[in-house]
């Protein structure tokens, strides 16, 4: 599905009491099974072949989309400051500044603490850096209220991340699940304290495989790392007031033009 495509209504909320069997089950989703397909799509193998992951949700043909690198612009090369110039693009803030009151994802344990803001996520979706010596990914879907933080590091080797301009919705019991493993984190602009939403979520795919992955399960969902998960790494959501006054070194993320975008996605949307 397209993300610009209307979005089917998300189905009522699934409880969290119970969710433990849950989580084991989405952690393992098809450790055991035969795959369905050739690990390049969904399933077309018989009738007693287990579906893909990909083919559980919503639209299950995903991984027949192609991608569309021209819908989304994400940042390859981040750049940082103690603050915002006073020359940023209002797109990003009302005045063109970070105001204490908008959300930051916060990394610490290098050498200085890290933030990024959610109104630069909002936008541009996936942040590729290193931190601390680790090649990161920090993701954010804004119609799932979703953030996620995780190593770049799959199967021993450094993948490189970009949106597809596809949406794909997980069963609620994985997405519940997910976010009660801590696995992702539900954050708006304004708002540290809100609850992940499944609806259409981002999906990702990492250039060296081609493997699609659901933004919001940190999980492949077909190809040739089909139910690989990506390893999260701890982040904490504040606001930029709060972040500042208990991490008074940190730098935070610049937008675009500081930032460069995905040269590739660029050239394409013009």
């Excluded at 070194?249 to 033009?257: A, F, G, K, R």
């Amino acid at each position: 599905m397209n993300r610009r495509a209307l979005l089917r209504a998300t189905a009522a909320a699934v409880g969290l009491g119970g969710l433990a069997g849950c989580l084991d089950l989405a952690s393992s989703f098809g450790a055991d099974r035969g795959t369905a397909s050739g690990r390049a799509g969904p399933g077309t193998g018989g009738e007693d072949a287990y579906p893909s992951l990909a083919q559980t949700g919503f639209p299950p043909t995903v991984c027949e989309e192609s991608t569309q690198p021209w819908a989304l612009l994400e940042i390859d090369d981040p750049q940082f400051a103690r603050d915002w110039p006073r020359d940023v693009d209002e797109r990003y803030a009302d005045d063109g500044r970070l105001d204490d009151s908008q959300v930051v994802v916060g990394l610490t344990g290098g050498d200085r603490p890290r933030a990024y803001p959610v109104t630069v996520l909002w936008r541009h979706e996936v942040v590729e850096d290193e931190y601390a010596g680790e090649p990161l990914l920090v993701t954010y879907c804004s119609l799932c209220r979703s953030g996620m933080v995780a190593s770049r590091v799959v199967a021993g080797e450094t993948r490189s991340f970009r949106a597809t301009g596809l949406l794909w919705r997980p069963e609620d019991v994985f997405a519940a699940a997910a976010e009660e493993d801590n696995r992702s984190f539900g954050a708006t602009v304004r708002d540290t304290d809100v609850g992940v939403r499944n609806a259409g979520n981002l999906v990702m795919v990492d250039r060296e495989s081609g493997s699609y992955w659901s933004q919001l399960l940190a999980r492949a969902i077909c190809g040739p790392l089909e139910n690989e998960a990506l390893a999260i790494r701890p982040s904490q959501v504040a606001t930029w007031g709060d972040w500042r006054r208990e991490h008074a070194e940190s730098e935070v993320l610049l937008p675009p033009p500081y930032s460069g975008v995905d040269e590739t996605g660029a050239e394409r949307r013009k």
